[in-house]
C-alpha cells in the first residue's frame, strides 16, 4: 500500500484550463503539504493544512485552491493555467508534533502548453 | 529566518569512493537540520535529522552528518559510494514556528562505476 498516493502522475494541458491533483495518506497523519519543484529542483512550500484547517499559505497567486475533504486527503485546484505552472507538485504528510519528518508522493508533473 | 546553502550543485564520484555533500545553515539559534534523499522519478525520503541531541547523525543506508556550530555546516558523508545512491540530495531546516520545511537547492550525487 502507497503511503502517500497523488493522482494523476503526469498531467499535460493547454493555457488557460483548469485541473486538479488529488492526494491521499493512509498513514493516520494529520498534516498534509503542497510543495512545488521547480525545473531547477527547488523545492517550495505552497500550503499545509493541520486536520482540515489551513496552516501555511504561502505566496500563491489565488488561482491555486487547496482543498482537504477530511484529514486523509488534500486536493490541489489551478485555475486558467499560466505556462509558469509547469513543474512537479508533491504532496506530503507529517504526523502530529512534526518531528521534520515529511512523508511524500512521488510527485504529479504538470506540463502547460 | 533559517536558511540553507548547498555549495555545490553537482558531486561525481566512483563507486567506493567517499561522499562528501556540503552544506552551510543560518540561524540566530539551534536548528533543526535534515538531509533528504530523491531519486529519480520518486518522491522525497528523510535521510538524517539533527536536533541537537548530538552533533554525530547517523541515518539510512550508511550516511551520516555532523552538526559544526562553530562552522556553521552540516555536512553529509558516506565511506563509500554505490551505484544506488545517485541521487538529488537536499539539505533542509525548519522554519520558525511553523511546520514548514525551508528546502536548500540541492546536489546531484553522481556515481562512476
Known amino acids: 500500500d502507497t503511503a502517500v498516493s497523488q493522482t494523476p502522475k503526469y498531467l499535460v494541458t493547454q493555457m488557460g484550463n483548469d485541473k486538479s491533483i488529488k492526494c491521499e495518506q493512509n498513514l493516520g497523519h494529520d498534516t498534509m503539504y503542497w510543495y512545488k519543484q521547480d525545473s531547477k529542483k527547488f523545492l517550495k512550500i505552497m500550503f499545509s493544512y493541520n486536520n482540515k484547517e489551513l496552516i501555511i499559505n504561502e505566496t500563491v497567486p489565488n488561482r491555486f485552491s487547496p482543498k482537504s475533504p477530511d484529514k486523509a486527503h488534500l486536493n490541489l485546484h489551478i485555475n486558467s493555467l499560466e505556462l509558469g505552472d509547469s513543474a512537479v507538485y508533491f504532496c506530503?504528510?507529517?504526523?502530529?508534533?512534526?518531528?521534520?519528518?515529511?512523508?511524500f508522493g512521488e510527485g504529479s508533473r504538470l506540463t502547460v502548453l | 529566518a533559517q536558511s540553507v546553502t548547498q555549495l555545490d550543485s553537482h558531486v561525481s564520484v566512483s563507486e567506493g569512493t567517499p561522499v562528501l555533500l556540503r552544506c552551510n545553515y543560518s540561524s540566530s539559534y539551534s536548528p533543526s537540520l535534515f538531509w533528504y534523499v530523491q531519486h529519480p522519478n520518486k518522491g522525497l525520503q528523510l535521510l538524517l535529522k539533527?536536533?541537537?541531541?548530538?552533533?554525530l547523525v547517523k541515518g539510512i543506508n550508511g550516511f551520516e552528518a555532523e552538526f559544526k556550530k562553530s562552522e556553521t555546516s552540516f555536512h553529509l558523508t558516506k565511506p563509500s559510494a554505490h551505484m544506488s545512491d545517485a541521487a538529488e540530495y537536499f539539505c533542509?531546516?525548519?522554519?520558525?514556528?511553523?511546520?514548514?520545511?525551508?528546502f536548500g537547492s540541492g546536489t546531484r550525487l553522481q556515481v562512476q562505476p
Open positions: 506530503a504528510s507529517s504526523q502530529e508534533g512534526f518531528t521534520g519528518e515529511l512523508f
Open positions: 533542509v531546516t525548519q522554519g520558525t514556528g511553523r511546520r514548514a520545511l525551508t
Open positions: 539533527y536536533t541537537s541531541a548530538a552533533t
